[in-house]
């Protein structure tokens, strides 16, 4: 690929992160498209170095990323099925969570697509000298989950003579979604087909994660019993209840341990968490990163 990935101690593509499999799934005349999978241990970082004339798309089946935006310089975290956007130059250290990663990335130079390339000029989200490093979920605002993932992968999947058209055609809706939203992490999804008594309640939880929230109370706000309750929500969900709030108090929380200085004690309090050692299993478990990790490891963006 053009542009350069490794780990501080590595530069060979092969070996773009420790303990994580990378591999070249396609190779088209317009476009590169690559896949990496695995576990991480700890978190990880990866040098970034894309040239002036490329872009990258970054979508992630599983696993969370840390990031410094551009031209903005917030610090922001990629949630699974969300998708990062990558204008060159530019030169920046992502950080990789703790856990299991499946990403696949689509790599092309700027004169491929000049429709896409002009209009991302006239949308301003890139810098003065064009770089740009953007994310976004692609979770609806709602919580349900989309099928863009679910898309990719059936493409990539079941290629076909039209698998590069498909592939621009999904690359034009993701990075037009990227530039005219902002990034919003989404740990607790809902699919579409959820039922409308369980979506309702999904909402009250989103919007009041702090509240208690106990089985019982659930089940009473949701017109079910506390067994049909438990029963349903795992046929819909790969975890539980008692997980979803937890992600939802986490989504709460993220916000403010990467926009503000507040204490996390304090963070932990607000947001509904037991205790502080709570909210960090939470984080560790949900977002791959510890509160303190998010605030300290370095992903500077020049």
Known sequence: MHGSLS?????????????????????FSTLEVTG??????????????????????????????????????????LAPSGALFVAGPVSAS??????????VEMEW???????????????????????????????????RNGSTVGHLTRVLNFPSPMIEAALWSLIWDVVSEIVTSECSPRFASLPHETPSALA??????????ERSWTLKDAAEVAGYSPFHLSRTF???????????????????????????????????????????????DAFRHVVGFLPSELRSIPVAST
């Open 234 to 280: 795992r046929n819909f969900l790969e975890y539980g209840f008692p997980e979803y709030v937890e992600r939802c108090r986490v989504e709460r929380a993220l916000g403010q341990v990467l926009g503000s200085s507040v204490p996390v004690e304090e963070v932990s309090k607000q947001c509904g968490f037991g205790s502080t050692q709570a909210m960090r």
């Open 36 to 77: 990496f999978s695995g576990v991480m241990a700890e978190p990880s970082p990866r040098a970034l170095s894309l040239p002036a004339d490329r872009f990258l798309l970054a979508l992630a089946r599983k696993g969370s990323v840390l990031f410094e935006s551009r031209p903005d310089g917030r610090r922001e975290v």
């Open 109 to 143: 130079s700027r004169g491929t697509n000049r429709a896409l390339s002009e209009w991302l000029t006239r949308t301003g989200r890139l810098n003065e000298e064009g770089g740009a490093i953007l994310g976004r979920s692609l979770v609806s605002v709602e919580g």
């Open 200 to 209: 309702s309640l999904a909402d009250d939880v989103r919007s009041r994660p």
């Open 94 to 103: 992502l950080q990789y969570a703790r856990g299991q990663h499946d990403w």
């Open 7 to 27: 780990t501080s101690s590595q530069a060979d593509h092969s070996v773009t992160l420790s303990r994580l499999q990378s591999k070249a799934i396609a190779d």
